[in-house]
């Protein structure tokens, strides 16, 4: 070690010194140690699903790795031909897959128009707009139900759609006008130069510099709203429930279907990691970008 080496490290304040010397293998190592024990619940309710309701009732989940021969796909057998979780299923994706494309189109239109756009008490109204951020559901249950109701919306699969969409909006305006700020305003003049309008500019500008932030947005609000029970339960219709309800009415009307319910609760989890992985890299660009910025 050279003499400035010495006196670089010296200067070094001691939270410094620490970082420097654990920023390598030893980090890496207890990253991967938190990982796997988040992942725990996971691989244990995957395990469980696989084994029969008799093992699930008498021993723990990890016995499957002394015993492999508990392993079983007869739960998933189950599940399959049980119409009411599979229907539910459906009804999730009907819920959930409207509810996330309006609130980003909606949310990508008014975050656009806050950033470039200059009307008549514009940051008055972006000011409401994040006010709305601090709202909670349980305080609108009841008006909505009412609202719903004269309209002829409630316990309907629109009503659920209406309700997500209306609640996502003020985090999805928030997120992406500030995103959208950050884009240099000398490549917007430099396109309106070229004859494009407010519409091209923003399909053919805005959007693609966008991407990272609505791909963050999209998994956040499909992870909300395909995991919600509170407004299905209250909004969404008896006769055709969400798989988050469909669950919770087969533990009421069965006391010894708990292969049915693992089976059931991973299957309901594996829909949103998968989205989670398909835009895992978009979603780690824009947390970076807004980072950054």
């Given amino acids: 070690m050279t003499t400035l080496d010495t006196a670089v490290r010296a200067r070094q304040s001691l939270p410094a010194r620490i970082a420097a010397r654990l920023g390598g293998g030893a980090v890496r190592l207890f990253l991967v140690a938190v990982g796997l024990f988040w992942l725990t619940p996971t691989v244990g309710l995957l395990l469980s699903s696989l084994r029969d309701k008799r093992d699930i009732a008498a ?105 997500h969409t209306a609640f996502g909006l003020p985090f999805a305006v928030f997120l992406l006008r500030n995103f959208f700020a ?28 966008g991407g990272p932030a609505i791909a963050s ?27 988050t309800v469909a669950l919770q009415q087969q533990v009421r009307q069965f006391g010894d279907n708990i292969d049915i319910l693992a089976s059931g609760a991973f299957l309901s989890m594996a829909v949103p990691l998968a989205v989670f992985f398909a835009f895992q890299r978009q979603f780690v660009s824009g947390v970076m970008a807004g980072a950054v910025k």
């Fill in 182 to 209: 950050e884009i240099p305003r000398e490549l917007l003049e430099a396109a309106r130069l070229d004859g494009a309008g407010e519409l091209r500019l923003f399909l053919r500008v805005v959007l693609p510099l």
């Fill in 59 to 163: 021993t723990g989940w990890w016995q499957v790795f002394a015993h492999p021969a508990q392993l079983t796909t007869d739960s998933y057998s189950k599940l399959f031909h049980n119409d009411t979780v599979m229907e539910s299923l459906g009804t999730t994706a009907l819920i959930t897959v409207p509810a996330t494309v309006l609130v980003i189109l909606v949310g990508a239109l008014a975050g656009y128009a806050f950033a470039w756009l200059d009307f008549p008490g514009r940051d008055w109204w972006f000011m409401a707009v994040v006010g709305l951020l601090v709202v909670p559901v349980q305080v609108a249950l009841i008006p909505v139900a009412k609202l719903f109701n004269t309209l002829g919306i409630f316990e309907s699969t629109p009503g659920v759609v209406l309700f």
């Fill in 217 to 243: 947005l999209g998994i956040f609000q499909f992870l909300w709203v395909w995991n919600d029970m509170l407004i299905a339960l209250i909004f969404a219709d008896s006769g055709h429930p969400p798989v």
